[in-house]
């Protein structure tokens, strides 16, 4: 059974940084991606990694603030997150893909961890 377990979330302030963890067994064949959900929206695709990081994505509303990246070695998955706007305030879910190939579809995930809150106050 697969677990993924995120860390780091907390309460920042506008402008400033957090970096979520997300650590299981298991992912060094698989691309992972992290999503989020705010209160009252749908789950939305933040970035995600293809297995070996050599290929990466970014929602729009991220690109050149978030950046993921992948420790093969240690099991985990990273998010950098800089420059917080009190509209990235969401619960992170870590995800492991089906496959190697990076995607930003929910469905082609199979793995989700548990969720951590971010809260960016302005």
């Known amino acids: 059974q697969v677990q993924l377990v995120e860390s780091g979330g907390g309460l920042v302030q506008a402008g400033g940084s957090l970096r979520l963890s997300c650590a299981a067994s298991?992912?060094?064949?698989?691309?992972m991606g992290w999503f989020r959900q705010a209160a009252g929206k749908e789950r939305e695709f933040v970035a995600a990694?293809?297995?070996?990081?050599?290929?990466?994505y970014y929602a729009d509303s991220v690109k050149g603030r978030f950046t993921i990246s992948r420790d093969s070695a240690e099991n985990t998955v990273y998010l950098q997150m800089n420059a917080l706007k009190p509209e990235d305030t969401a619960v992170y879910f870590c995800?492991?893909?089906?496959?190697?190939?990076?995607?930003?579809?929910?469905?082609?995930?199979?793995?989700w961890g548990q969720g951590t809150q971010v809260t960016v106050s302005s």
């Open positions: 995800a492991r893909s089906n496959g190697g190939t990076a995607s930003v579809r929910n469905n082609d995930y199979n793995y």
């Open positions: 990694i293809n297995w070996s990081g050599g290929t990466t």
């Open positions: 298991g992912l060094t064949r698989y691309a």
